[in-house]
């Protein structure tokens, strides 16, 4: 658990967790992982940094090295399920991937997607 009962931690942790969608907004990746992951949180950053903390105490920090956001949420979705954290109890499995799934378009249509390379 982060920070005591009523510790600044603690208060941003909840706000955090209950309300996932003020730490991004409604339509991006993050709320929808955190809305995925009981618990969590996270933060996409400037240059296409992203950091998320689980509540076990394990975390991931991710840069994209060309600052370009749009491959953050695919590699940040494969190394929670490098970790395992699909198959654990109370993650919705399907939600996680689905952040993790960037098309590419070409005309209009889907021409393939990314995906992470470890």
């Known amino acids: 658990m982060i920070g005591g009962a009523g510790s600044p931690e603690r208060r ?3 706000a955090f967790v209950g309300y996932p969608e003020y730490a991004s907004g409604t339509n991006r990746d993050e709320a929808a ?4 992951i009981p618990g969590a949180i996270a933060k996409g950053g400037a240059e296409a940094s992203y950091a998320l ?7 991931v920090a991710l840069k ?3 600052g370009h956001s749009r491959a953050r949420p695919v590699v940040m979705a494969a190394a ?3 970790m395992g954290v699909d198959r654990e109890a109370g ?4 939600a996680l991937n689905a952040t993790g799934f960037v098309p590419v ?3 209009g249509e889907p021409v393939g997607e ?4 470890f």
């Open 33 to 36: 992982l955190l809305r995925a």
């Open 105 to 107: 378009y070409g005309g």
């Open 80 to 82: 929670l399920r490098r």
């Open 64 to 66: 994209i090295d060309d």
């Open 114 to 117: 990314l995906r992470p390379t």
């Open 91 to 94: 993650v919705d499995a399907d």
């Open 12 to 14: 941003v942790t909840d």
């Open 53 to 59: 903390a689980l509540p076990d105490g394990r975390a």
